[in-house]
T-cell receptor, first 115, second 111 residues
Framework: DGGITQSPKYLFRKEGQNVTLSCEQN?????MYWYRQDPGQGLRLIYY???????QKGDIAEGYSVSREKKESFPLTVTSAQKNPTAFYLC??????????????FGEGSRLTVL | QKEVEQNSGPLSVPEGAIASLNCTYS??????FFWYRQYSGKSPELIMF????GDKEDGRFTAQLNKASQYVSLLIRDSQPSDSATYLC???????????FGKGTTLSVSS
C-alpha cells in the first residue's frame, strides 16, 4: 500500500535535547512538507521541499532543521532552540510542488511532548 | 502574507440538518481552495477542492466560492454524527508551492 509513514507516533523529550522525526513516502511524490499543529490551531508550515537536495522555510522554521537527501525521505529535527516544541507534527507529500490544483497526503502524525 | 480565516466554533447542529462552514481569505488573487476534514487525534483528509466561482457538489458536500466577497463555504447536507470533526480550509501560498491553512472549525452533530 502506498502512503506516508511517520515515526515515532509518540515521543517524549527532555528540555535541551534535539529530536528527529522520521517521514518516509512510497508514493513517488516530488514534494514533501512538515506542518505543526497546536490545540485550537490550524496547521502551520515549518519546511517544505519540492525536489531532492532543496528545501524552503515555511512560516515557523526557527528552531527546526530538515534534509532531503532522498526523494522518499524528509526528516525533521526539532532542536533545543525551539522554545515551545510540544505539538502534533504532520508530514505530507504532493505529487508535484504546484498546489494550485494539488492535493496533500498526510502521514498519521507524531506527537512530541517536552518534559 | 496570505491569510485564511475561519471561525473556530464549535458549530453544533442536530442530525439531519445542514451544516454551513465558512472561510474568508485575504488575497483577492487566490484561485483555489481545499476543505480538509480532521477527526480528533488523526491527520487531515481532503474532502473537497474548488477552483472556479460558484458551487461544486460531491454527495452530501457542496463547496461554494465567492471571489467578489472573498469567502468560500462548505455545506454538509443531512449531517450525521460521523461528520463531527474539525474542518480546515486551505489555499496555496503566494508562490503556489504549499498550502496555507485556517485554524479550522469544529463541527458537532448530535443524534
Amino acid at each position: 500500500d502506498g502512503g506516508i509513514t511517520q515515526s515515532p507516533k509518540y515521543l517524549f523529550r527532555k528540555e535541551g535535547q534535539n529530536v528527529t522525526l522520521s517521514c518516509e513516502q512510497n508514493l513517488n511524490h516530488d514534494a514533501m512538507y512538515w506542518y505543526r499543529q497546536d490545540p485550537g490551531q490550524g496547521l502551520r508550515l515549518i519546511y517544505y521541499s519540492q525536489i531532492v537536495n532543496d528545501f524552503q522555510k515555511g512560516d515557523i522554521a526557527e528552531g527546526y532543521s530538515v534534509s532531503r537527501e532522498k526523494k522518499e525521505s524528509f526528516p525533521l529535527t526539532v532542536t533545543s532552540a525551539q522554545k515551545n516544541p510540544t505539538a502534533f507534527y504532520l508530514c505530507a507529500s504532493s505529487e508535484t510542488g504546484t498546489m494550485t490544483t494539488g492535493e496533500l497526503f498526510f502521514g498519521e502524525g507524531s506527537r512530541l511532548t517536552v518534559l | 502574507q496570505k491569510e485564511v480565516e475561519q471561525n473556530s466554533g464549535p458549530l453544533s447542529v442536530p442530525e439531519g440538518a445542514i451544516a454551513s462552514l465558512n472561510c474568508t481569505y485575504s488575497d483577492r488573487g487566490s484561485q483555489s481552495f481545499f476543505w480538509y476534514r480532521q477527526y480528533s487525534g488523526k491527520s487531515p483528509e481532503l474532502i473537497m477542492f474548488i477552483y472556479s466561482n460558484g458551487d461544486k457538489e460531491d454527495g452530501r458536500f457542496t463547496a461554494q466560492l465567492n471571489k467578489a466577497s472573498q469567502y468560500v463555504s462548505l455545506l454538509i447536507r443531512d449531517s450525521q454524527p460521523s461528520d463531527s470533526a474539525t474542518y480546515l480550509c486551505a489555499s496555496p501560498n503566494q508562490a503556489g508551492t504549499a498550502l496555507i491553512f485556517g485554524k479550522g472549525t469544529t463541527l458537532s452533530v448530535s443524534s
